[in-house]
């Protein structure tokens, strides 16, 4: 892989040391590229009629269903497309019929988008959440398969967390589930795009586009098991979520008969777990041709080159006065390295003095784990880690 010529896909790297994409990303080249195009088409349609127009429209977001789905290694119809994380989390809470008395479990690690859904189905449905608490920024798989009892009816995990970047090995939550038949939902927002992701035994996997996917804000996919396919509703219906009705729209639209009072044939797709109505076009656009990228670069490509500049990285940390607060093999890392400096205001200070340098990172803590946080990804380089280390270690002598 020549990662130079990758690298040169991104030029928002041309000025800067960009090591942040756990926050927002950079986009290549060729996605702004695909959404100026579409932005020419709506300011000079070449289609005959609107309606014609609008059908172009929907088929766009159809290429980034094919993109995540060459990501994940999964079928098409398994493949929803949603306009972020939170989205998605909402997707899998108002799916599953709850019962009175139903735990959830997840960690004390999570951002808190990941709680937020499942805390409040304690006051809509009187579920009752179960929070492991985490030991020295690990929470092991077996933990969660040790929470698991007759009362669980969900876990709600990320797959990298958001502070240390802390890995689980989800084939093995994923196998504990199952035997138990519990859901398993899983926010994978911090590791799409950046190292592989398993999915057999996942019923909800989702990820917004704008970390490691490198796409915009409001777009994003969720992932449903078959599982969840065969036995689950959402909780919102639209009208492109219907079977297409014979001889297109466009047919349908111009016959005088229709009426609203029938019955409606939905999907057996993912597709139905959409919102259905017109949505982020410009946002599939984008994040189509960012995917198009990653899956040419490749994600077993992709996570080998993150967790080379990652040892690297933390190599060089250790020989700093800093904690690594992610000191994680690779099997469990990804690509975020985080590491303190002994306190929240120090912290800040070398946030300060990075950013003064030109070098991107960002400063996070939850249940008493973080620091500065710093995110590699397969676009970076061996002079991007070599100039964090350079930068932190003249602050530390200050």
Request: charged letters at 20%; proline letters at 4%.
């Amino acid at each position: 892989m020549d990662w130079d010529e990758v690298r040169a896909r991104f030029p928002g790297l041309a000025d800067r040391v960009f090591l942040d994409a756990a926050c927002v990303s950079l986009t290549p080249a060729s996605a702004e590229e695909a959404v100026a195009g579409f932005a020419r088409e709506l300011t000079r349609p070449s289609h005959r009629n609107a309606s014609e127009h609008h059908l172009w429209m929907d088929g766009t977001r159809e290429e980034a269903t094919g993109q995540v789905a060459s990501l994940l290694g999964v079928e098409a119809r398994n493949v929803a497309l949603v306009e972020s994380t939170t989205h998605g989390l909402n997707i899998g809470a108002q799916s599953i019929p709850w019962r009175e008395g139903d735990e959830v479990v997840m960690c004390n690690l999570e951002f808190l988008q990941v709680a937020i859904p499942f805390v409040q189905l304690a006051k809509t449905h009187g579920v009752r959440p179960v929070f492991l608490e985490h030991e020295a920024g690990v929470v092991p798989a077996s933990a969660y398969a040790g929470a698991i009892n007759e009362r669980t009816r969900a876990v709600v995990l990320s797959s990298t967390q958001w502070c240390n970047g802390y890995r689980v090995d989800l084939e093995a939550v994923a196998e504990a589930c199952r035997s138990r038949g519990v859901w398993l939902i899983v926010d994978a927002v911090q590791q799409a795009g950046a190292v592989p992701l398993p999915t057999e035994g996942i019923d909800f996997l989702l990820a917004g586009g704008h970390k490691w996917l490198n796409a915009p804000m409001g777009t994003g996919f969720a992932a449903l098991s078959d599982r969840a396919l065969d036995e689950l509703q959402p909780a919102s219906w639209g009208y492109l979520n219907l079977t297409p009705p014979e001889g297109g729209w466009v047919n349908y639209f111009t016959t005088p008969s229709i009426t609203p009072d029938r019955e409606y044939a939905f999907t057996d797709s993912a597709k139905r777990f959409e919102i259905g109505g017109t949505a982020n076009y410009p946002g599939a656009v984008c994040l189509s041709e960012s995917l198009r990228v990653t899956n040419a670069v490749g994600v077993e490509q992709s996570a080998e080159r993150i967790w080379s500049l990652g040892e690297r990285l933390q190599e060089g940390l250790r020989r700093l006065d800093v904690r690594l607060e992610t000191p994680f093999e690779r099997e469990n890392r990804a690509g975020i390295i985080t590491f303190h400096t002994g306190s929240r205001e120090r912290d800040s200070a070398c946030l300060e003095r990075l950013l003064d340098a030109g070098i991107s990172v960002s400063q996070r803590y939850t249940s008493g784990v973080g620091g500065v946080r710093v995110s590699v990804h397969y676009y970076n380089n061996e002079d991007d880690v070599d100039a964090l280390l350079g930068v932190t270690s003249e602050f530390l002598k200050g």
